[in-house]
């Protein structure tokens, strides 16, 4: 029996995108964000196939944690590894259910660390996307058996010229370093999706400047 691999699978906002809903003054005006976490029976970017019933014992599984010990955390970008570390957490898991082979589910932004940032790009019209984090085994064809799920992640993976409708989001951008190289490779992305990926790098390094002079004004 060999060790189950590291599994994290990204679902790309542009795609299927989360709704982001406010709720109401009673719970504190948290943001809460609604769609699809885990795909199944569809070969996805890293040419995975999660079949239904590992989608289905997935949700189970989120949802039995959920009902013993609570909400289940999730980071803002997710490490190479199954700890969920409590300095990253920025959001927490409440439900997730069903819909045909997906799994759909509902993740209520903290507002406090890592949160505030969440808080802050979906505000100036960003979209984020979600990026499951568990094991399991995976199969000549790629299909995935034994899934053993750990968290939903939120990952920053927004289409190049759409995912930047606010003109303070831009201005924030043009004010830092990466956030300037981000904007410089949009064009590129257009042309060639391979510089995607450089993209993405220079926009998590944005939101980790973004983190670290929060803390530090903190």
Request: hydrophobic share 35%; aromatic share 8%.
């Amino acid at each position: 029996m060999t060790d189950k691999q590291y599994l994290a699978e990204t679902i790309l906002p542009e795609a299927k995108p989360l709704v982001a809903e406010a709720a109401d003054a009673k719970d504190g005006g948290f943001y809460y964000l609604k769609g699809l976490f885990l795909e199944g029976e569809r070969q996805n970017h890293n040419g995975r196939v999660y079949p239904k019933d590992e989608i289905e014992k997935a949700v189970n599984q989120l949802n039995e944690r959920i009902q013993t010990t609570g909400p289940i955390p999730g980071e803002l970008d997710h490490p190479e590894g199954l700890n969920v570390n409590f300095d990253r957490i920025s959001h927490l898991i409440t439900g997730m259910e069903m819909n045909g082979a997906n799994g759909m589910g509902e993740m209520k932004v903290v507002k406090a660390g890592l949160g505030l940032i969440v808080e802050g790009v979906i505000a100036a019209g960003m979209q984020v996307g979600v990026s499951s984090r568990g094991s399991g085994n995976i199969d000549s064809g790629g299909r995935v058996s034994d899934f053993d799920i750990v968290t939903v992640d939120i990952v920053a993976n927004p289409s190049a010229p759409s995912a930047y409708p606010s003109a303070s989001l831009a201005e924030s951008l043009a004010k830092n370093g990466h956030g300037r190289e981000a904007m410089y490779l949009t064009e590129y992305v257009k042309q060639d999706p391979s510089a995607q990926k450089y993209f993405e790098q220079e926009i998590t390094r944005f939101l980790t400047d973004v983190r670290d002079q929060y803390k530090w004004r903190n």
